[in-house]
C-alpha cells in the first residue's frame, strides 16, 4: 500500500475546509484499494470531511508555528517524524509550487519522493512596465525554478501548462502530464433535451470577486426585458466574506432579484441533480486553473460556457463549450442571446464533452497516469 501525503504549504481556515479538501479527496477516491493519503496541514481544518474519505489528518502545531517564517523549519522536522512513522513513499505540494523548500529539507532525512504539483501559473512571465516590478518578477520565477528544480517530478494539469514550464525550469524532462479526473459515477451522464424556456443557469463555486459572478450579472441585468424574463440564474457556493452582500447590492440595482437564487454550499453528492435539470453552467471566472466544475458539468451532460482564461480553453474548445473574454459582460450578452434565440447546438456540444471527458479525464484514465508516475520514481 502507498502512502501518499499532501502538504498546505499555507497557514489554513476551517472555514474553507470544504474548499480546501477537493485535492485530497479526489486522489482518495482515485487511488481507494493502492494508496493511503495523508495531509499535513498548519493552521485549523475541519478533520471530519478528511477522515470521512479515510484521510489521515496531520496538524503542524508546534513551537515555531508562531514565528512566520520559522514555522516552515518546524514543518520541515515534523514532516520528518511522520515520515518514519509511516514511511511515505510520495509527499506533495496542494498549492505553492513555488515553495516546496521545507517539503525538500525533509527529503534529505527520509526516503519520500518529493512530487510538485502544478495546478496554474500564479507567477506570470509578462512584460512588466518599471524597473522594480520587473526586477521583482525576476526575482520570484528565479525562486519558482529553485523550487521545482527541488522536485523529483512535476506533476501539470495539462498540455498547456506543461509547454508553460518546460520554458521556466531546467530540466523539462520531470515534467509528467497528470490532469485532474472526473468520478462519473458520482456525476453519471444523463441525455435529455435542454431547455431553455426558461434559460435556467447555474454557477457553482466559490462565492468572490475574481469569480466574475458581477459581470454575469451585469451582462443579464442589461439584456432586453423580454430576454430576461425568460432566465433564471442559480449561484451554487459558499461565501466568507462580503462579495454576498457586494453582488446583491448590485442584483438589486438593476431590478433583477426575482430571477436570481442564492443556494450557499451543497455537497457533491447533490449536485448532480442540478447538473441534470438545469440549461447552462456557467464559470465567468477572471483567473482559473484547471476546473472541476467544469469537469463535472461536461461528464453529466449540461452544456458548460467559461472564460478563456487558464485551462478553459483546453477544456471548452473544439466545440465542446462556449468561450466568453473574460472582464467583458458585453461579449457574455452576446453568448446569453445566441443560446436564448437557438442559434448553439447543443446536442453536438454535449456529445463532443461526454467523448472529451471519457478520453482524457475519466477516473480509469487519471489512476493509470498515477500508477504510471510511481512506477517511474
Not at 172 to 183: A, F, L, R
Not at 189 to 203: A, F, Q, S, T
Not at 348 to 357: D, E, P, V
Request: aromatic share 12%.
Amino acid at each position: 500500500m502507498i502512502n501518499w501525503c499532501y502538504v498546505y504549504l499555507s497557514k489554513v481556515k476551517k472555514e474553507r475546509s470544504s474548499f480546501l479538501s477537493n485535492v485530497p479527496v479526489r486522489t482518495a477516491n482515485l487511488l481507494k484499494g493502492d494508496a493511503i493519503i495523508h495531509v499535513v496541514y498548519i493552521g485549523k481544518l475541519d478533520r471530519k470531511i478528511f477522515e470521512n474519505e479515510n484521510i489521515k489528518c496531520h496538524q503542524y502545531d508546534g513551537f515555531f508555528n508562531v514565528v512566520p517564517y520559522l514555522r516552515y523549519l518546524g514543518l520541515s522536522f515534523f514532516l520528518i517524524r511522520l515520515s518514519k512513522e509511516y514511511r511515505f513513499d510520495v509527499v506533495q505540494n496542494v498549492w505553492k509550487h513555488y515553495f516546496l523548500f521545507p517539503i525538500y529539507l525533509a527529503s534529505f532525512f527520509c526516503d519520500f519522493k518529493l512530487v510538485a504539483r502544478v495546478a496554474g501559473v500564479p507567477i506570470s512571465r509578462k512584460y512588466q512596465k518599471n524597473l522594480f516590478s520587473w526586477l521583482r518578477k525576476k526575482i520570484v520565477l528565479l525562486i519558482e525554478r529553485a523550487s521545482l528544480h527541488c522536485a523529483d517530478k512535476i506533476q501539470v494539469l495539462s498540455n498547456s501548462l506543461k509547454e508553460e514550464f518546460e520554458q521556466r525550469i531546467n530540466n523539462p524532462s520531470k515534467i509528467v502530464v497528470i490532469p485532474q479526473g472526473v468520478n462519473t459515477d458520482l456525476f453519471p451522464y444523463k441525455e435529455r433535451n435542454i431547455p431553455i424556456d426558461p434559460l435556467k443557469v447555474l454557477y457553482v463555486g466559490r462565492i468572490s470577486m475574481e469569480k466574475g459572478i458581477a459581470d454575469l450579472i451585469e451582462a443579464v441585468g442589461n439584456l432586453e426585458s423580454k430576454l430576461i424574463s425568460n432566465i433564471k440564474i442559480t449561484l451554487i457556493g459558499e461565501c466568507l466574506d462580503k462579495t454576498k452582500e457586494q453582488l446583491q447590492r448590485k442584483i438589486s440595482q438593476l431590478d433583477i432579484d426575482d430571477i436570481v437564487e442564492w443556494k450557499g454550499y451543497i455537497i457533491q453528492d447533490e449536485l448532480k441533480n442540478y447538473y441534470h435539470s438545469y440549461s447552462l453552467l456557467i464559470l465567468p471566472s477572471r483567473t482559473e486553473g484547471l476546473p472541476n466544475v467544469i469537469l463535472e458539468g461536461m461528464a453529466s451532460g449540461i452544456p458548460c460556457l467559461g472564460t478563456a482564461v487558464g485551462e478553459i480553453p483546453y477544456l471548452l474548445g473544439e466545440n465542446r463549450g462556449i468561450l466568453v473574454n473574460p472582464n467583458d459582460f458585453k461579449d457574455l450578452q452576446d453568448k446569453f442571446c445566441m443560446v436564448l434565440e437557438n442559434e448553439i447546438d447543443f446536442r453536438r456540444m454535449i456529445q463532443n464533452s461526454y467523448h472529451f471527458i471519457n478520453r482524457e479525464h475519466s477516473f480509469n484514465v487519471v489512476k493509470q497516469k498515477y500508477l504510471d508516475l510511481l512506477n517511474i520514481l
